[in-house]
């Protein structure tokens, strides 16, 4: 069964840094776009960065130039660097394959002092 399982959260300081992983299972990770989204407390779910089959990314206006993802399908791992965090990143992070309806357990991503 498809399994995707988020990891690399916490409390950080702002300014800081966190690298999320999510290892997929279930499916050919290879061939599937993959995409992180947010959701922080009373808000929706928002995406975050998307990575493409051949990798090519794109991201929220928000988080340009701050975050970067990335893949790396020998270890069907995407992954999301996040720096110059901010308290407004504060949120749960998931990973979702595209087409396929299947989410994660999310991590938990706290940026206070």
């Known amino acids: 069964q498809v399994q995707l399982v988020e990891s690399g959260g916490g409390l950080v300081q702002p300014g800081g840094s966190l690298r999320l992983s999510c290892v997929a299972s279930?499916?050919?990770?290879?061939?599937?776009?993959m995409t992180w989204y947010r959701q922080a407390p009373g808000k929706e779910r928002e995406l975050v960065a998307h990575?493409?089959?051949?990798?090519?990314?794109n991201y929220a206006d928000s988080v340009k130039g701050r975050f970067t993802i990335s893949r790396d399908n020998a270890k069907n791992t995407v992954y999301l660097q996040m720096n110059s965090l901010k308290p407004d990143d504060t949120a749960v992070y998931y990973c979702?394959?595209?087409?396929?309806?299947?989410w994660g357990q999310g991590t938990q991503v706290t940026v206070s002092s």
């Open positions: 979702k394959a595209s087409r396929l309806p299947y």
């Open positions: 279930g499916f050919t990770f290879s061939s599937y776009a």
């Open positions: 990575i493409t089959r051949t990798s090519t990314t």
